[in-house]
């Protein structure tokens, strides 16, 4: 945070109000001309880029040149200790977004009224040589009076200078970018007209034209459908205010309107239209009072007097009315202010609304006057009531990379959370799976969002192989051969193994796991098991005259032969047996396995 710094000597940075994919934005004072500006600061990514620095300087001076009410004016360009700034005009109030999110779909004349600043400020600039590039409800913004600046005027060209990317994040919102950006072609002024009516299309429906999972996905859109239609989902629209939306967002340049000024005119026109529309009973007064009758004529006359009467009443009480003392009405709800303030004869007006996490909603932010003023009976008090804490809707950043999730989130003013790692077939590495809260939820600014991040398909499984009774060496090459590791080897003592043997393992054997995993073992470190005896007996089959008789033993100590000798047909065997822990005995006659027995 940089908050307290003081760039270039005048400008006291006071508290971030904003952060983009390039810059965050700081409120501060202009210690000379003691004024309150908005101070850009290009994050560390583009600052380390000289081509990029000297393309962004050149732009922003082009736009300091410039000067219009619909535009947020830049007042001065710099850099100190490797941080690169811009200084703004700072506009008390919030974006087209902010807007759309609590009030879409806007009424049409509310819609058209915004468009039409829109065009006028974009006009200026284009009559100027600039192109914004990136034209979005995001850095638009409308003040508490409700005038309209487009901001970020001359950032975009610097990034786009060849690309529409920088550092792997997308810059600017493809929900707004023409086709030939989308194609990552040369563009003119059209383009913005385009985003333009991709805009004025979100404000009347209330969503953006084109949608989808990916930006790939929402760009290929752009280029190849068609926009929908605005009056199918809000039957409101004019019709002609549909084909000016439908002109704008032409897949070809040459048929858009040529200019933001000809789009302007053209929503004039509607907005005429709907004025006519209200105002026309106006337009029947004035014939039928050509034709009016003296007696009408009295009437009208009485009803004059009576109307400058009562202005005169409330005149003589504005003026010659008792004074009374403001009350401290700040954090208190507004009801409850409302009705002290009408005990003393005040009048409560509404003038704005503000996120404050320290006041509930409707509760009183500030007022003017200020408590203690001395005032006319009847006197209007101004407040700025709480919004409570901000409410965003969270973006839907599955199927994109962890830095672009990132991005997103903190472009709603959300924190990334935890990451779950997990396998999964359809999503690549380093792909968002899932997220909690899911996409479109309303949460508080700041909440952190878990995100489950693929790790990509899960390798092959296989078993693990049983390494008990082996030494260390014969455990690994089992191991190995199954494309399994050893890991770690703790010796201890056991009284079931025999030193140097593999007393016990992790995973089990059998378990399936991936491979290349790495198997634990206990190495014995004696005494080992103690000798056990078993009789074995069994009679020689009389199919030939006689056999070749082995017996095996397979224990602890590996495999040996305790018997081979020839014997009859029909003879009766027996067969003394030491062994040690549990094993296999193993009859075979003349090479041929015979019978096993069981060694507990």
Not at 162 to 171: D, L
Not at 266 to 284: M, N, S
Not at 439 to 447: H, K, L, M, P, Q
């Amino acid at each position: 945070m940089l908050n307290g710094m003081t760039l270039g000597g005048r400008y006291e940075l006071l508290d971030i109000v904003g952060e983009g994919g390039m810059s965050k934005v700081y409120r501060a004072r202009d210690n000379i001309l003691d004024r309150i500006v908005a101070v850009k600061i290009l994050k560390d990514e583009f600052a380390k880029d000289r081509g990029f620095v000297e393309r962004f300087r050149s732009e922003a001076l082009s736009v300091a040149r410039i000067s219009h009410p619909n535009i947020v004016n830049v007042f001065d360009v710099g850099a100190q200790d490797g941080t690169y700034y811009i200084v703004m005009e700072y506009v008390d109030g919030h974006t087209l977004k902010h807007l759309i999110r609590e009030q879409g779909p806007l009424t049409v004349e509310k819609a058209v009224d915004i468009a039409v600043m829109i065009c006028d400020g974009v006009h200026h600039a284009h009559e100027k040589g600039i192109i914004h590039r990136d034209i979005k409800p995001h850095n638009i913004l409308i003040t508490e009076q409700g005038i309209v600046k487009v901001a970020d005027f001359g950032i975009a060209q610097a990034v786009s200078a060849g690309t529409i990317t920088y550092g792997n994040n997308i810059i600017g919102s493809v929900h707004y970018f023409s086709p030939e950006q989308a194609k990552g072609e040369p563009v003119n002024r059209t383009a913005d007209i385009y985003s333009i009516g991709c805009i004025l299309f979100e404000m009347v429906t209330g969503s953006v034209p084109f949608n989808a999972d990916s930006p790939i996905t929402i760009a290929l859109r752009h280029i190849n459908e068609e926009p929908p239609s605005p009056r199918a989902t809000n039957p409101e629209v004019p019709p002609a205010l549909e084909t000016i939306i439908h002109k704008a967002m032409a897949k070809q340049p040459g048929e858009r309107f040529q200019t933001a000024q000809e789009m302007r005119n053209a929503l004039l026109k509607v907005q005429q239209a709907i004025t006519g529309a209200l105002t026309g009973d106006g337009a029947d007064y004035l014939k039928t009072k050509r034709k009016m009758k003296p007696i009408g004529k009295g009437i009208i006359a009485f009803a004059i007097l009576a109307f400058l009467s009562g202005i005169l009443w409330s005149l003589a009480g504005n003026l010659f009315g008792a004074e009374v003392g403001v009350p401290s009405i700040v954090g208190k709800d507004v009801a409850q202010a409302n009705e002290e303030l009408g005990d003393l004869g005040l009048v409560l007006k509404v003038i704005g609304r503000k996120n404050d996490p320290s006041l509930a909603v409707d509760a009183i932010i500030s007022q003017d006057p200020l408590p203690g003023r001395k005032v006319k009976a009847g006197r209007e008090i101004e407040v700025i009531l709480s919004e409570g804490v901000e409410q965003v809707k969270v973006p839907n950043v599955s199927g994109v990379t962890v830095s672009d999730a990132t991005t997103r989130l903190s472009n709603r003013g959300l924190n990334l959370g935890n990451i779950d790692n997990v396998w999964d077939e359809k999503y690549a590495e380093g792909i968002v799976i899932s997220q909690d809260p899911l996409a479109e939820a309303s949460v508080t600014a700041g909440t952190a969002v878990n995100l489950a991040v693929s790790k990509g398909q899960q390798p092959p499984r296989t078993a693990v192989p049983d390494v008990k009774g082996l030494t260390l060496e014969e455990a690994t090459a089992k191991l190995q051969a199954a494309k399994m590791e050893l890991g770690t080897a703790t010796r201890q003592a056991s009284s079931a193994y025999f030193a140097e043997q593999v007393a016990s393992q992790e995973p089990a054997a059998g378990v399936q796991i991936e491979e290349g995993s790495k198997i634990n073992v206990i190495v014995s470190t004696g005494p080992g098991p103690s000798s056990k005896i078993y009789r074995l007996e069994f009679e020689v089959p009389d199919d030939k005259r006689n056999y070749n008789v082995v017996v095996n033993v397979t224990d602890l100590q590996g495999n040996r032969k305790v018997y081979d000798e020839r014997r009859r047909a029909g003879d009766d065997v027996t067969v003394g047996i030491t062994y040690y822990g549990t094993g296999t005995a193993e009859v075979v006659l003349d090479g041929t396995h015979f019978r096993s027995y069981s060694l507990q």
